[in-house]
T-cell receptor, first 107, second 119 residues
Framework: DIQMTQSPSSLSASVGDRVTITCRAS??????LNWYQQKPGKAPELLMY???SLQSGVPPRFSGSGSGTDFTLTISSLQPEDFATYYC?????????FGQGTKVELK | EVQLVESGGGLVQPGGSLRLSCAAS????????MSWVRQAPGKGLEWVSY????????YYADSVRGRFTISRDNAKNSLYLQMNSLRVEDTAVYYC????????????WGQGTQATVSS
């Protein structure tokens, strides 16, 4: 199975900060990488797909990049509604696997 | 509006069974693959099972293969997960998710249904 490792596991940031989350795959997955946001007590929601494509309705302050094994999710200016846990997911090969999550907390 | 609503969760003893259901609306159900994804308490996300639109292709995670069975009824716009021989480690919120694209992305997600396996 492909292992997905996110870093950091958690971070503290302020409104307006630029935030970057990294996701590393244990083998090459081309650009088959998706990002999800989960707020407490809620289901995850799709943010980005194919590494850099913004899901419809997601604010453009979110962006994604990467290919191969290393990927990043960037929030250009953190907003109050962005405090949540973020997960990456590889869609390259079954079993589809997720990173362990990165919790973005208010500093 | 695309909507997925799960039901069927509950408390069951180890070795027992549960059948989860997911009612889909707002899209042409038979045109899309569907999956189940679970989340153990305080933990991350784990993909469990996949079924394509015609039920001709089915996949399972190793952790549930041989114990869980995914199925769908396109006439009823419904997805199911029959869970047998349940273990304590199967305790989780189970989400019904629609699959999009060749390189599958999950969107949307249902609200989830809690399955608890405990004696």
């Amino acid at each position: 199975d492909i292992q997905m490792t996110q870093s950091p596991s958690s971070l503290s940031a302020s409104v307006g900060d630029r935030v970057t989350i990294t996701c590393r795959a244990s083998q090459r997955i081309t650009a088959s990488l998706n990002w999800y946001q989960q707020k407490p007590g809620k289901a995850p929601e799709l943010l980005m797909y194919a590494a850099s494509s913004l899901q419809s309705g997601v604010p453009p302050r979110f962006s994604g990049s990467g290919s191969g094994t290393d990927f990043t999710l960037t929030i250009s200016s953190l907003q109050p509604e962005d405090f949540a846990t973020y997960y990456c997911q590889q869609s390259y090969i079954i079993p589809w696997t997720f990173g362990q999550g990165t919790k973005v907390e208010l500093k | 509006e695309v909507q997925l609503v799960e039901s069927g969760g509950g408390l069951v003893q180890p070795g027992g069974s549960l059948r989860l259901s997911c009612a889909a609306s707002g899209f042409s159900f038979s045109d899309y693959s569907m999956s189940w994804v679970r989340q153990a308490p305080g933990k991350g996300l784990e993909w469990v099972s996949y079924i394509n639109g015609s039920s001709s292709v089915i996949y399972y995670a190793d952790s549930v293969r041989g114990r869980f069975t995914i199925s769908r009824d396109n006439a009823k716009n419904s997805l199911y997960l029959q869970m047998n021989s349940l273990r304590v480690e199967d305790t989780a919120v189970y989400y019904c998710v629609r699959g999009l694209g060749v390189a599958i992305r999950f969107d949307p997600w249902g609200q989830g249904t809690q399955a608890t396996v405990s004696s």
